[in-house]
Each structure stands twice: as structure tokens, then as C-alpha cells.
């Protein structure tokens, strides 16, 4: 049918299918600010535009049904103002804003939020929080918590009224989203390092340039699918491709039989990888709903998903294991029968065990005895997902080189090529990963997931294949967080001194063992060692943690953000909690007694690392104490915790409130294992491209390395320039997880930096040296882009490239480094919670979550203050929403983000961000990491505020209304 | 999958179009569904030209055209209880998109709006045939309805409406949502939704001295992978008594 469409005042008009969806139309037409949530329904809005002024989702309105209506995308709001010779209208007020608000996380969702803030502000002169919150609801964010946004969105209004002059608006914004920030270590003064720099990113994410990995077209790109096991655990009796081969259009249909039998891990870890090889890229048996079957090659979506109907499997149904208390039980089913298995350290796949961990520190039994009191507790935490906007997606071909580039969005490229290299039969160096713009990961995306899919595509085709995953196949077919069942006992003496601390956790790896061993060691590592008890006990802790992993025929676990660590985190604060409470301890003074203090032995370090040889590691800078004090103050604690008028609400008898806290520790990097490489050159005009593996998933981490290598090099963040990552042309990075990039990867950048600055610093003092008295190199310094000699005399850092390229002894100033840390300093935090409970029905309502971070030096107080909130957003659903559930059958209850909810703009508690500096004397900056530790706190402090509102004491996340209801009619 | 797209104009062309053997037709609202229309071929016929966004008011009446979508319907009640249940029901984009006739004729049982309307005793108003029939009576036998090709109109008297839901968080899908709208001539109804296939009507009438038993009878067989029957059972009589205190 014949369409004539009206996009950013311009007419569009060409012959389509009826079926075709608006954000089809507009993503052929090449509208990339457009974005695929993968859900095609409207759920998380990735995909807004505006119709007739007004937000709407364009993957659930037909094309036609738009057509006599104005749309506008986020390429007709506003442009870059400066296009060489040709000058724009520029940004809109709302770009310019979310830039200087720091706005922007991934920024997958940014073209949205600004489309529906734009509406509501033609609509509304004036709006209010609430109503800002309202129209941006329907588009769902999983990295800035909504903060930023809604104050970018609120800054508009300030201008329009005049009470911010437009010119002001950097200043005058930066004052409403900076955090608090409270230095409690001296920390040398720095030009670069601590200050709120834009990020080098935002520019593009505010116009929705194509940046993302499937926002390109390839002639000739074929549509990739994934046949899902309909049932969880079965063999293959046979399977008939004939129909869905003849379908016209269909490239190719592969099978377990038409691939090479390669068995690998899908983790994204370095060599050798720390758990068992338990998958083929496609095999003869299922085991879970949603294990692939086959791959079909199309050349569209619509024939492709014909095609996988066409497919006939014949399956013989084997006994399904769903329950990970009876995975080890000599009549459970086996799900890894295959002779290729190979095991990692005690594997056992004969009694479903992917893993087993067994640590002891001191003497635990002793503990035990020199307690006054023992305590035991059992809990539950849920299986949950990583849910980023941008599903998995993939674009691979072969370039004219007859290699294979795989265009991919992944946290860990380099993971990507070395792990792919004998499952497609090709060496490493005929593969090329390019990571273009990743719009969130959190872990889900540190999996070799689907890469495998289009590259095997691509060779049985020819042709280059987009494969990305639909929402559904999210929830059914990617990673999730390990659930666990977790026996906490603990020994305590009368004056609140723990004497022994023991945890045993039963976690479920699902299908596969990816991460199995580390996810879950990380679990006890981080969590247990933040309490090594008072007294004599500091130097000699009495820890014991025991894990088994165990496979279930369900979706396999992995990486999410926290990596383990929160999963520790329910049990083990909230055990404290009900000790606190049952001994009558202050449960801030209690855990403040037997926490981990500065220069003491890390437990963990001298047992367990992450499937390598372990090494004492000590905890330099600890500042936890600082942290309850400020979280305590802002929360007002003191005027709160067990005020019954506090509790009570007026004229509402059925509700209750109630404040909580839960202290936390995470790690920072992979000791003497990851490593990050940087490369740094410079270029004519004293601009320096910046070459790193690291992956910036939207944390802002490319910012932050500008600012390292800026610091060093004397110039601003906007003459470096950030390229990450290709592993054709940048350095080999671990990637980004473990919270290691600007630990380790911003050490690489420094170190990288300060060899191109030694360079320009013997130029500069040559050329300063021509022109006048003597200088030496050592005598130089770099600042304001300049290299400027001690009686004051200086080059410009232009003056300086060009003497480099062009004119003397010519030279390509650069500088490469790499790292691998010695150690994995800590960061730690204090989290607040304030709830109120309806104890009729158990209504929850989380009121406000406040935060305080040890963080050490802040590189970036409004990325790392974006990270935080992002972080307690996520953590919250964690606390009482997240959670997935599959019937007796392994079907999955969740399969898209109305069931699985995750938490929208206007239905946020108060967020509170503090960060307390510590100088940390292993990094160049004092640095240390931020990215995971908002994860592990919140659901704890949301526990113990239920517990000190209304008694009810809950062992199982998320805190769902029934389950509290349960737990009232326990003390009841 | 969608063969062809047709915009009538008026509703003898509509009703036409829909009556056609081949292709099979359906009418298409908001645009919610298109996503879902992947198997055999289907003819959709586009209801936005046929002026059915419009809301009146009679004496104590609310005519509110099929068209008029979640945002349009909550702008013009500026009711906090609607404007509640809209939240809950759908975010912004979803609300600007979204028909009221569309919510009708394909939400569940969890659909907070849905629940809301039927305590408010909405009827349903259709053509060719004319025929108006209550929301809670065609409900039963929506999958098989036949006496009408095209919801034109939901018509609502006059009454005072209280809304409330329980979910996991504010703006989640209620595992347990009631609505109490009472008259002025003293009746009062009670819906109750948040699961199953539809929402379910605990109490119609003018006395309410036994709502405990109305609200477990409603809520007897409620349990689904959500909540318990048990659960639902003690929460939603607190939540329906309250609703009624307040009303």
C-alpha cells in the first residue's frame, strides 16, 4: 500500500507492507533514534515518538495508522549547533539539559524521555515533579533511577520563567544533581579528577545518533532467529527442517547436526575460564524452556519466525529437576550426560553440581563455642533479571578480508573473540569484535550469548545476519541472577562481639554453569568478610562459608551487577538485624562493631579468589564509619528508629512505618587476573584519541578515563577522545564487570598518558629550551593545555603536535600501557530505607532510600552519583518486585516487563546520594569502584524498615504484600 | 499477519468492511494488539475516522466514545481514583494511544480499569445492531459475541467511584484491585479484579451488611500464580470495606 507520512515536517512517501508497524517504517527511513526494546507491545517506550504532539509507542500502531498525523522523532528536535562551515538552530532547551544534568546513562532511552518531556512541556507551561514523572512513565529506564531526568526536565521550566538565564544553565543545573560529597582523607588537589565533566558521550545520545549495534544496514542482511525449546528438559528424537528450508526467503535452517561439536562457556571471564564447558552452540538435548533447538537465517523478520513454525521437533521428554534441594539427590535427572563436559575444580556433573566452595577462615567451630549465643536462620533470594532497554544484538559479516566482524553489544569483546575462535573453527585472528554503543548490560550482556548465533548464520549464509533478541526471549533465553537458599548461624558474645559466622548457600545455576563457581564465591567473599567481629577476632576471624551449585532445568544464571554479592547481602544483614533485635544491640552500633576496619586483612583474600591462587590482601581505606554517620543524619535516624508516633500515621490506623539499615562491602576489580591496556596519541591540533578495550555500558566509564588521561596530559575532557572498543584497534580489556574500569582500565589509561606526557614534556622543554634559557623535561608542567616551564614560559599542546608531526625530528607522540592489580580495595557503603506497610493487606511503600558510599576519590561526582541511584532503582526491585517463577514445567511466569516490573518514573521513593571520600593508595587517583555496590544494600534496609515497622520479619525477597501479610500473622 | 489496512469513514463503510467473509476483518482501536496479529492473514479496519473520540454528558450520564483513549477519558473525570486506576492500568505513552473501547474488549481480569468500569455499571453500546448491553453481562460472553461489530460507545451514570489496588509496587498490576461506586438512590457496587479472565462483581445492591461474605465468595477460587485465594480472600475484604467506608 501507498504511505505518505509526515516526520519532522518533512513528507515521506513509499509503498509498504500493511502489516508494517510505524517504528518499522521509521527505522527502514533511517530514524535510529528510534529504539528496538524488543518487546513490540509498548512495554518499556525505547521506541517513543510523537504523534500529534503526544508520546506514543511506534512499535504498537501500524504505520497507516499514523498516516494524516505529525510525527516527530528525536532526529526534528534538535542537532549538533556547530557542522563546520554549516551552523544549526542547535539543541533544544531539553538535549541541553539532559547533557548538563548528566541525564544520560546508556542513553539507550534518552531520544524517549526527551520526546515525552517535550510533550508534556507543550502541554503544561509549568508542570510539576509529579507531573514530569507522569509523562515520562512510559518510558522505562533501568540506569539513572529517573533523578536526573526529572530535574533536567524541571530545569526547563527555570529558563522559560527566567529564573535561569540560558547561559547559566551548566552552573545553575550542576548545583541541583551534584551529590554530596564529604572528604574524610587528604587527597591531592587535581584539575580534572573530581570534577562533574559532561560526559563524552551525551552529545550523541541526545540527538539518537546511530550508535547502537544494529542501528546500521548492510546490503544483503539477512534476519536471524532462534528456534526456543518448548519444553525443559528433553533429547532431540528428531527434527524436520524440509518445510521451513523450501519457505521462500529462508537462507538457511542449522541444526545440532549441521554444526561442528564444540563445547565452551558462554562466560565472558579470561583464560581459563573458572567453571565447567557445559555448552554447544546448538546439541541434541534441551534443558530448559527456552534452550535453543535451531537457527533460521531469513531475509525478514516475518519469513524468519514462519519459518521457525515450519520446523517440526519431535522431543523425548526426560524427568524435569526444578528444585535445587533435590538436584543432588541420587534419583534426581542428570542434565549434563554428555562425554565433552568438562569439569572445573570439583564439577560434578553425575550429582548436578556445577560447583563447590568451601572456605574456612580461623577456626569457626571454636567460634561457635566461645559464643554466648548461636543464632540460625534460613533464607531465600530470587532468580532476577538484568532487564537493559537494549536486548542482546548482533550484527556479523564477513569483510573483504574473508574475516569475520562481529558487531556486537558486549561488555567484553575481546571475551567475545577468544571464546567464539573454536566454537566457529575460525583462529582468533580472523575475527574482528566491534562493541559500538552498548545501551545497558549489568551483567547480562558479559555472556557470549548470541554472538555465536548470527557468526554461524553469516558462515552458513554468506550473507551479514542481525540477530537481536525479543523481549521474550530475554526472560526465556538469557542470563538472570543466581537464585539461593542461604543457611546463615551465627555466634555472638553478650557484649555483641561475633565469634564465628557461618554461611552454607544452595545456589541454582539453572541449565548451564556460566559464572556458577564465581558468582557464587563472590557471594560469601564480599558479604561474610565484612564482618570479621571485635576484639581478638579482628586479627583472627572465625568465617566459614560452603556453597553448592547446583543445575536445574531452568534459564542458566550469570552475571548481574553485583555478581553475587547482594545474594549474601538478604541473608546476612538481615540475620544481623533479628540478632540486633533479639539481643537489643543498636543495630547500627552492632554492625559498626564487628565490621572490617582500615589496614585489616581482607579474611577472604588469603583463601578463595576467583577460581585462581589466592593472595593476602590488605584493606587500606575503610570509610564505613563516616558513612553510617551521614546516612544516619540524612534519613534522621535518631528522630525515627523505635518513635512509635513516628510509626503511626495519622488517621491511617492500618499503616505503619518503619526505617532500616544495612551496611555493605563490594570489591573492585579482579586481583592479579584482569587486565585493562590503553593506547593514547596525539593528534595535529593537540586533541589525543584514547584507544581502549575497556566497555563503557553507560556508567559513564569513557567519561571518566577522558578525565584520568586529561589530568595527566594538562588539556580539557573534550580534546580526548574516547574510542571503546574494537579489537582490531584498541588494546586487549578484560571488559567491563567486577567493577574494575576505572580501577583498572583508568590505571592503564593513566599510566598510557603519562607516557605520551613524558614525550610532549622533552618537546616542550626542547622547543621552550631553543627560544630562550635552558629548560628540562622534569621541569614541566601541563595544564590548560599548555607544557609551561617554571619561570613561566609555555607551548601550546598544538604548538607541540604540530613541532611533533611536522616540522623537528618528527614523531608520533603516544604512550601504551597496561594493568593488573595487585589488589581489589574495597569500596563500602551504608544504605537507608523508609517504608510504610499496610498491615491489613501488606501493601509495601518503600518512601525513601538513602545512600552512603566509601567510594574512595570521586572521578565524577554526577556519573558516580548517576550510577548510585541507577543502582538503589534496580536494587529496589529487587527488594520488592523482581523475581521470576516457572510453573511445574520450567514455564516461565515472566516473559515480558509488565509481569516482571520494573519500577517506572512516577512511582519512585526519594533518593538520597552521599559519598564519603577515602583516598585509596593503590590507584593513581585514590579511586576505587561504585558500579555494583548500590545493588547489595537496599533490599536488606527495605527488610529490617518491614521488621521495625510492623514486626513482620521476612526471610524471602522481593517483599511481596502477601509474603508480608505471612510474616504478620507469624508474630500474630 | 495483517494483509490489509482500511480507514473508513463512516460507519456504514466499517460495518461493511467488517462483514466481508474474506479476509477475516477486525476493527482496530488504539494499535494495541498489532504486534499480536503474526499468524493467519487479517484484515484490520481502522475505527479513528468514524468520530467516536467524543465524551458526552446527559442528565446523569456519560457517553464516552470507544476512540477516546485512557488519557483523554482520565482528563475529562479528573477523578483521582480514575486517574489512579489509568496509572496503574498503563503508563503515559500507552494511555495517549490506547482506546477505552479497546481496554473493553481485551483487558483480563487484572485490568484495574476494566474492574473500575464495571463497578461503575458501564454499558456497552454497538452497531450495526444498536444494541446496549452492560459491561457485566457481556463480559461472560465476549469471546462469542455476535450481536454487534463495532463498541461504539461505554456509557456510565453518574455516581461516586473509589479505587484502590495492591501490587508490588505503586504502579504494578494489581494482584488485588476493588472498586466501590455507590449512587445516589443508595446502591452500591462492588468489583473486585486483579485476576482471572475478567474482573468479578462481588456485590450489586443496597445493603452491604454482608460484604465479608460477598468479597470471599468473589474471591474463592481467585488463586493463580500471583497470590493465593487465601490472601486475596483477607486483603481484599479490608480493601473492600474500606473503600466502603470512605464512599
Known amino acids: 500500500m501507498r504511505i505518505s507520512l509526515q516526520i519532522n515536517n518533512k513528507k515521506i512517501s513509499k509503498e509498504i507492507e500493511p502489516g508494517l508497524t510505524l517504528f518499522d517504517f521509521l527505522r527502514e527511513a533511517g530514524y535510529f533514534g528510534v529504539k528496538f526494546g524488543g518487546c513490540k507491545k509498548g512495554e518499556c517506550g525505547a521506541c517513543t515518538v510523537l504523534i500529534d504532539g503526544k508520546s506514543v509507542n511506534s512499535c504498537s500502531i501500524l504505520a497507516l495508522q499514523a498516516e494524516g498525523h505529525v510525527i516527530e522523532t528525536i532526529e526534528g528536535v534538535g542537532e549538533h549547533p ?93 548545583n541541583e544533581v551534584m551529590p554530596q560529597v564529604v572528604s574524610i582523607s587528604d587527597s591531592p588537589k587535581f584539575e580534572r579528577i573530581g570534577q562533574p565533566e559532561k560526559k563524552v558521550d551525551a552529545i550523541k545520545l541526545v540527538q539518537g545518533k546511530p550508535a547502537f549495534t544494529t542501528d546500521i544496514e548492510l546490503r544483503g542482511m539477512l534476519v536471524g532467529k532462534i528456534l526456543h525449546s518448548t519444553v525443559a528438559h528433553a533429547k532431540i528424537k528428531s527434527i524436520d527442517i524440509s518445510k521451513a528450508k523450501e519457505l521462500k526467503g529462508v537462507h538457511a535452517v542449522l541444526t545440532w547436526r ?52 515450519l520446523i517440526k521437533v519431535e522431543y523425548e521428554e526426560l524427568p524435569v529437576l526444578l528444585d535445587p534441594t533435590r538436584a543432588m539427590l541420587p534419583d534426581a535427572p542428570i542434565l549434563h550426560d554428555e562425554a565433552e563436559y568438562i569439569n572445573f575444580a570439583d564439577s560434578d556433573p553425575k550429582k548436578n553440581l556445577a560447583a563447590k566452595i568451601r572456605i574456612d577462615v580461623g577456626n569457626v567451630d571454636e567460634g561457635f563455642k566461645e559464643a554466648d549465643r548461636i543464632f540460625e536462620g534460613d533464607f531465600i533470594v530470587p532468580k532476577v533479571q538484568q532487564a537493559h532497554i537494549e536486548p542482546h544484538e548482533v ?27 573454536p566454537v566457529l573453527g575460525l583462529p582468533v585472528k580472523r575475527i574482528r569484535v566491534i562493541k559500538p554503543r552498548i545501551g545497558g548490560g549489568f551483567g547480562g550482556k558479559q555472556e557470549v550469548l548470541i554472538e555465536d548465533v548470527a557468526a554461524h548464520l553469516t558462515i552458513a549464509t554468506g550473507h551479514p545476519v542481525r540477530v537481536e533478541y525479543t523481549r521474550e526471549e530475554e526472560f526465556i533465553a538469557a542470563r538472570s541472577r543466581h537464585p539461593m537458599r542461604v543457611h546463615m548461624k551465627t555466634g555472638v558474645k553478650s557484649d555483641g562481639t561475633i565469634t564465628a559466622n557461618e554461611m552454607y548457600a544452595l545456589s541454582d545455576t539453572g541449565a548451564y554453569g556460566c559464572h556458577a563457581l564465581t558468582v557464587t564465591g563472590n557471594t560469601g567473599q564480599k558479604s561474610m568478610a565484612l564482618y570479621v567481629g571485635d576484639g581478638k577476632y579482628r586479627k583472627s576471624p572465625n568465617i566459614r562459608f560452603y556453597a553448592d551449585i547446583v543445575y536445574t532445568n531452568t534459564p542458566p544464571a550469570g552475571a548481574y551487577r553485583g555478581y553475587g554479592v547482594p545474594q549474601g547481602y538478604w541473608p546476612l544483614d538481615r540475620h544481623l538485624e533479628n540478632i540486633a533485635k533479639e539481643m537489643g544491640f543498636d543495630p547500627i552500633e552492632f554492625r559498626l562493631k564487628n565490621a572490617l576496619r582500615s589496614e585489616e586483612l581482607q579474611p577472604f583474600s588469603t583463601s578463595w579468589s576467583e577460581g585462581r591462587e589466592p593472595r593476602p590482601e590488605i584493606v587500606h581505606t575503610v570509610g564505613l564509619e563516616k ?8 534519613i534522621d535516624w535518631d528522630n525515627k528508629f523505635q518513635n512509635e508516633s513516628w510509626q503511626k500515621v495519622p488517621n491511617k490506623p492500618y499503616l505503619r512505618r518503619g526505617i532500616g539499615v544495612a551496611f555493605a562491602m563490594q570489591g573492585t576489580a579482579i586481583p592479579y587476573l584482569d587486565m585493562g591496556g590503553a593506547t593514547i596519541k596525539m593528534n595535529d591540533d593537540g586533541s589525543f584519541n584514547l584507544m581502549v578495550g575497556a566497555t563503557d555500558l553507560g556508567t559513564g566509564s569513557d567519561t571518566i578515563l577522558a578525565q584520568m588521561a586529561a589530568e595527566v596530559l594538562g588539556t580539557t575532557v573534550e580534546d580526548i577522545l574516547v574510542y571503546s572498543s574494537d579489537t582490531d584497534f584498541t588494546p586487549f580489556d578484560k571488559g567491563a564487570y567486577a567493577s574494575s574500569t576505572t580501577y583498572i582500565s583508568g590505571t592503564a589509561v593513566t599510566n598510557a598518558a603519562k607516557q605520551a606526557a613524558e614525550r610532549i614534556k622533552i618537546r616542550a622543554a626542547r622547543m621552550l629550551s631553543k627560544n630562550g634559557s635552558s629548560v628540562t623535561a622534569e621541569e614541566i608542567k601541563l595544564c590548560h593545555s599548555k607544557a609551561t616551564s617554571k619561570d613561566g614560559r609555555s607551548v601550546t599542546l598544538k604548538e607541540i603536535a604540530y613541532n611533533a608531526l611536522h616540522h623537528e625530528d618528527q614523531e608520533q607522540i603516544m604512550g601504551h600501557a597496561s594493568y593488573v592489580a595487585p589488589s581489589s580495595p574495597p569500596p563500602f557503603a551504608a544504605q537507608f530505607a523508609e517504608v510504610t506497610v499496610d498491615i491489613e493487606t501488606g501493601q509495601l511503600t518503600v518512601d525513601k532510600l538513602v545512600m552512603a558510599v566509601d567510594a574512595g576519590k570521586v572521578v565524577n561526582p554526577i556519573t558516580a552519583s548517576g550510577q548510585v541511584e541507577g543502582g538503589m532503582t534496580q536494587a529496589l526491585g529487587y527488594a520488592v518486585c523482581e523475581e521470576m517463577v516457572y510453573d511445574e514445567k520450567g514455564h516461565p511466569r515472566e516473559t515480558d516487563l509488565i509481569d516482571y516490573h520494573i519500577f517506572r518514573a512516577d512511582e519512585m521513593p526519594e533518593l538520597k546520594t552521599i559519598f564519603v571520600e577515602t583516598y585509596e593508595p593503590t590507584h593513581p587517583f585514590g579511586a576505587k569502584a561504585v558500579a555494583e555496590i548500590p545493588l547489595d544494600g537496599v533490599a536488606p534496609a527495605i527488610g529490617n524498615a518491614i521488621l521495625n515497622a510492623c514486626g513482620a520479619d521476612l526471610h524471602e525477597n522481593p517483599a511481596t504484600p502477601e509474603r508480608i501479610l505471612k510474616a504478620l500473622h507469624k508474630i500474630k | 499477519m495483517i494483509i490489509d489496512y482500511s480507514r473508513p469513514k463512516n460507519m456504514k463503510e466499517a460495518i461493511a468492511l467488517l462483514d466481508r467473509k474474506e479476509p477475516r476483518s477486525i476493527p482496530l482501536a488504539g494499535g494495541s494488539i498489532v504486534s499480536k496479529l ?38 475529562y473525570f479528573k477523578s483521582p481514583e480514575i486517574t489512579k486506576a489509568i496509572s496503574i492500568q498503563a503508563a503515559k505513552n ?3 494511544s490506547a482506546t477505552l473501547g479497546g481496554l473493553v474488549c481485551l483487558a483480563d481480569g487484572r485490568s484495574p480499569l476494566l474492574t473500575l468500569l464495571l463497578a461503575l455499571d458501564a454499558s456497552l453500546v454497538w452497531e450495526p445492531t444498536g444494541k446496549t448491553i452492560s459491561l457485566g453481562n457481556w463480559l461472560p460472553q465476549r469471546r462469542e459475541w455476535n450481536e454487534g461489530k463495532i463498541l461504539t460507545a461505554i456509557k456510565i451514570s453518574e455516581s461516586r467511584i473509589k479505587f484502590d489496588s495492591i501490587g508490588r509496587s505503586p504502579k504494578d498490576q494489581p494482584i488485588l484491585c476493588c472498586a466501590v461506586a455507590s449512587w445516589k438512590t443508595g446502591r452500591i457496587r462492588i468489583a473486585i479484579g486483579g485476576f482471572g479472565p475478567t474482573p468479578t462483581l462481588a456485590l450489586d445492591g443496597n445493603k452491604t451488611d454482608n460484604i465479608q461474605k460477598a468479597v470471599k465468595i468473589a474471591l474463592s477460587n481467585s488463586k493463580d500464580q500471583w497470590a493465593s485465594s487465601e490472601y486475596r480472600i483477607e486483603a481484599g475484604t479490608k480493601l473492600a470495606e474500606r473503600l466502603l467506608n470512605e464512599s
Open chain 1, 627 to 634: 558513612c553510617a554517620e551521614m546516612g544516619r543524619k540524612a
Open chain 1, 82 to 174: 556547530d557542522q563546520g562551515w554549516k551552523k544549526t538552530k542547535g539543541f533544544n532547551a531539553l538535549q541541553k539539559a539532559f547533557i548538563e544534568a548528566g541525564a544520560i546513562q546508556c542513553g539507550y532511552c534518552t531520544p524517549a524521555m526527551i520526546l515525552a518531556a517535550k510533550a508534556l512541556l507543550k502541554e503544561k507551561e509549568n508542570p510539576t515533579e509529579d507531573e514530569i514523572r507522569e509523562a515520562i512513565s512510559g518510558v522505562l529506564c533501568r540506569c539513572t533511577g529517573y533523578d536526573k531526568p526529572v530535574k533536567a526536565i524541571e530545569f526547563i521550566q527555570k529558563i522559560k520563567s527566567g529564573e535561569v538565564k540560558d547561559q547559566d544553565l551548566d552552573k545553575e543545573i550542576l
Open chain 1, 395 to 421: 550484527v556479523s559479516y564477513w569483510d573483504e578480508d574473508d574475516r569475520l566482524v562481529i558487531r556486537t553489544s558486549t561488555q567484553v569483546p575481546f571475551h567475545v573473540r577468544r571464546i567464539l575462535s
Open chain 2, 94 to 96: 500507552k494511555q495517549n
Open chain 2, 38 to 75: 503474526r499468524g493467519e492473514p487479517v484484515a484490520v479496519v481502522d475505527l479513528q475516522d468514524l468520530g467516536l473520540a467524543q465524551i458526552s454528558k446527559s442528565t446523569n450520564s456519560f457517553d464516552i466514545g470507544s476512540m477516546v483513549t485512557l488519557n483523554e477519558f482520565g482528563e
Open chain 1, 258 to 309: 549441521d554444526l561442528p561439536r564444540v563445547v565452551y562457556s558462554t562466560a565472558g571471564q579470561s583464560d581459563p575460564i573458572p567453571g565447567p564447558l557445559d555448552m554447544f552452540s546448538l546439541d541434541n538435548k534441551v534443558r530448559f524452556v527456552g534452550d535453543r533447538v535451531a537457527f533460521v537465517a531469513a531475509e525478514s523478520e516475518e519469513i524468519a519466525e514462519h519459518a521457525l513454525k
